[in-house]
């Protein structure tokens, strides 16, 4: 990210203790690079303790303050408990939480097992919600205020094809958003959430467009004829996590270029006339993908 096109002064975020899900990688990384450059103590967890660790190492030594990184899975929910220990332990309640970490990849559904579905679902609907149950428990005891925000995709407004269990999780964790926009409005925590068009990420190219199918017509068929810049959407996230705009709870904002009002904002209806050999080629490109990242586990 171009951390000059950030639009808030420098220290806004002083004293905030932020903790963001999948933070060393992809969209969760660009985040924590404007709320650190912002003054936060940001956290973050992934699967890969070695690749957060890298992120956290990199981003201190390019913008100073603290980044704490924690090998976690957030589809295991005693390792979240100890993980949100860990960081009360380190310096008090979080005043923040991102739901940033997701997992996904394009399948026609009628060849999904029922593993593939949890594997996708157990993160993105179970493991959001265990993150936001412990994090949300702690806070409404200690009497502290603080904002949430999940990253979703416009399709949580209509449902998308090829990637139905993401799709289901995510509309899930608007609901939950909704929900306990108001349930826990009364202990000043609030629930936001972002639904972001095309950022391309390595994480989502390599399981969503593997062999690069895609790209460059999903920006031309956008309005504003290119994908999403990182600065625009750390700038909004920002904006919500922040201080000064708290009475801003229970909303879903799409950062799109307008392309669900244009399209639906739906990437994958043109995978509709894909047959047996090509899905088989791309399940196997996901799956080396996949294979890859695994080794490098620590959780
Ligand atoms: C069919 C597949 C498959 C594929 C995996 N599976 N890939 N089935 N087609 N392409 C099946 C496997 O065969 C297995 O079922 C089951 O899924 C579990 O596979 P594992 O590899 O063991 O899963 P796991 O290691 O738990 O990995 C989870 C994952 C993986 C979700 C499958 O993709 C992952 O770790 N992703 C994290 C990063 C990521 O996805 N980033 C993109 C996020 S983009 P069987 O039956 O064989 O045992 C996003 C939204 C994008 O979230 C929105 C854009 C606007």
């Not at 924590?32 to 936060?40: D, I, Q, S, V, Y």
């Amino acid at each position: 990210m171009d951390a000059s096109k950030l639009m808030f002064r420098d220290g806004l975020m002083a004293g905030e203790r932020i903790l963001v899900t999948g933070g060393g990688t992809g969209l969760g990384r660009e985040m924590t690079e404007a709320f650190l450059k912002l003054g936060a103590v940001v956290h973050i967890c992934g699967r890969r303790q070695g690749k957060a660790d890298e992120a956290a190492q990199e981003l201190m030594a390019q913008h100073g303050g603290k980044v704490v990184a924690h090998g976690c899975d957030i589809r295991d929910a005693d390792a979240i408990a100890a993980m949100v220990d860990a960081i009360w332990a380190e310096g008090g309640a979080l005043t923040g939480l991102v739901n940033n970490a997701a997992g996904n990849f394009v399948s026609r559904t009628e060849d999904l097992s029922v593993n593939g579905f949890n594997a996708i679902s157990d993160i993105v609907f179970r493991g959001t919600f265990y993150v936001t149950h412990e994090v949300g428990k702690r806070l409404i005891a200690e009497g502290k205020k603080a904002s949430f925000l999940s990253i979703l995709t416009t399709w949580v407004w209509n449902g998308s094809p090829f990637v139905v269990p993401s799709a289901m999780s995510k509309a899930a964790i608007n609901t939950m958003t909704q929900s306990l926009a108001v349930e826990w409005g009364r202990y000043g925590l609030r629930f936001n959430a972002i639904a972001p068009g095309l950022f391309p990420t390595e994480g989502m190219s390599a399981r969503l467009s593997p062999g690069g199918r895609g790209d460059n017509s999903n920006d031309r068929m956008n309005p504003m004829g290119r994908h999403g810049e990182m600065h625009e959407l750390a700038n909004l996230a920002v904006f919500l996590m922040g201080p000064g705009a708290e009475w801003v709870n229970g909303q879903t904002i799409a950062i799109d270029g307008a392309g669900y009002q244009a399209t639906g904002g739906n990437f994958w209806s043109s995978l509709s006339p894909l047959g047996d050999e090509e899905w088989t080629k791309m399940r196997d490109m996901i799956k080396q993908t996949n294979a890859k990242d695994k080794a490098t586990r620590t959780t």
